[in-house]
C-alpha cells in the first residue's frame, strides 16, 4: 500500500467542519500576509524611485521585483490551500504603504534625519512584518501537517531574511550621512 504523505493532510482524528475550519484560519492570515506583502512591495519600489545611489537604487529594485515575486507566492499559497486569494487586501496594501511613509517622514524629522533615510528607515521596518508573516505561514503548515504550504513559506522567509539583511546595512550606513549632514542616499 503506497501512500503520498507529501500530498495529503497528515493530522489525525480531525472532523471535515474542524479540519475547514482551520484551512480558514489559515487563508484569513494567508490574506494578512498579503497585504503586510503589498505594502512592503509598494514601500520598496517607492523608495527605490527616491533614491540617488544607484548601487542602492538597483539592490532595492531587486528587493521589489523579489516581493512582487512573494505576493504572487502569497495568492499561490492560499490556492494550495484550497481557498481563493483576497482580492481586497492589495488595495489595503496598497493605503498601508502610503500611510506609512507619513509616518516616516514625521520620525525621520522629529529624529533630526533628513532626506531619504528615513524611506530606507520605514522599508526596513515593513521588511520585518514582511518576513514574520512568512514565518507564521510557514508555522501554519507545519501544524496543519500541509507541505504545500510550510515548504514554499519556508524558502520565501529565507530569501525575504536575506533581503531585510541588505536593507539593514543600507540603512545604518547611510544614516551618518542623514542625521549628520542631512544628505541623501
Known sequence: MATDLAAAPIL?????????KQIDR????LGDALTVQEKFRKLAEDTAASLKEPHIKKYIQD????????????????RAI?????????????????GAELVADVVGLAG????NWKDLRQLLLASQDAMGAFAIAEQLGYALGLPKLSDPAF??????????LVIQEFVLEMAP????????A
Request: aromatic share 2%; charged share 25%.
Open 177 to 184: 550621512a542623514s542625521i549628520l549632514l542631512h544628505q541623501d
Open 112 to 115: 533630526g534625519a533628513r532626506g
Open 26 to 29: 489559515a487563508a484569513a492570515w
Open 63 to 78: 528587493i521589489a521585483r523579489h516581493a512582487a515575486a512573494h505576493e504572487e507566492l502569497v495568492r499561490g499559497l492560499a
Open 12 to 20: 489525525l482524528e480531525l472532523d471535515d467542519a474542524t479540519w475547514s
Open 155 to 164: 524558502r520565501a522567509a529565507a530569501e525575504k531574511t536575506r533581503d531585510h
Open 82 to 98: 484550497g481557498r481563493e486569494p483576497s482580492g481586497g487586501r492589495s488595495l489595503a496594501g496598497s493605503v498601508l504603504a502610503k
